[in-house]
């Protein structure tokens, strides 16, 4: 029937979804290398959220598959990821019975490079509620649901990941 949609699995729909995830392949990958600072975290990640969308192509929705919902994904992926290296993180901080060294209060005007170079140096749990509420740029609540976390927990999160960015802000340089 002429102008009628074929199936899923059909030679011209795989051409559309190759030609989404071809477009959508740098949006991703910059996206993601743009908030976590790492090559290879940022090229699994993305490889990450293609494979959910040959699954979901594979899975007859091929048809909802556009650059937006990629990039979705691939917020999701990197928010699991930050997730299970904090997991791994407190087990660790648990294991050598760290603790936090106080505050410095923060000082100077903003770099550019200074920033990027504390935010990377954070721990996971630090760089994912700074980059989603400042970054991205969301409401605390929002925040809050994308870590699976209340928005009390998330504020606390929150106030000591600034304090976290201050140390790190502090110790670093604009070379």
């Keep these: 029937m002429p102008g009628a949609r074929?199936?899923?699995t059909t030679p011209g729909d795989f051409a559309t979804f190759r030609a989404v995830c071809a477009e959508a392949?740098?949006?991703v990958y910059g996206w993601v290398f743009h908030r976590c600072g790492d090559v290879s975290l940022a090229e699994d990640l993305t490889s990450e959220?293609?494979?959910?969308a040959a699954t979901r192509y594979r899975d007859g929705q091929g048809d909802s598959i556009t650059v937006a919902w990629l990039l979705a994904v691939a917020r999701n992926k990197l928010i699991d990821h930050w997730r299970r290296a904090e997991r791994e993180e407190r087990r660790l901080r648990l294991a050598w019975?760290?603790?936090d060294e106080g505050r410095v209060p923060w000082s100077g005007d903003p770099s550019p490079t200074r920033t990027l170079t504390a935010l990377r140096g954070l721990e996971p749990a630090h760089q994912a509620v700074l980059t989603l509420r400042y970054v991205d740029d969301l409401p605390v609540p929002d925040v809050a649901q994308a870590l699976g976390r209340s928005v009390h927990a998330t504020e606390s999160l929150l106030t000591r990941a600034k304090a976290a960015f201050r140390r790190a802000y502090a110790g670093c340089s604009d070379d």
């Excluded at 959220?49 to 959910?52: E, F, H, Q, S, V």
């Design 25 to 27: 392949l740098p949006k």
């Design 97 to 99: 019975n760290a603790r």
């Design 49 to 52: 959220t293609l494979l959910a």
């Design 6 to 8: 074929s199936s899923p």
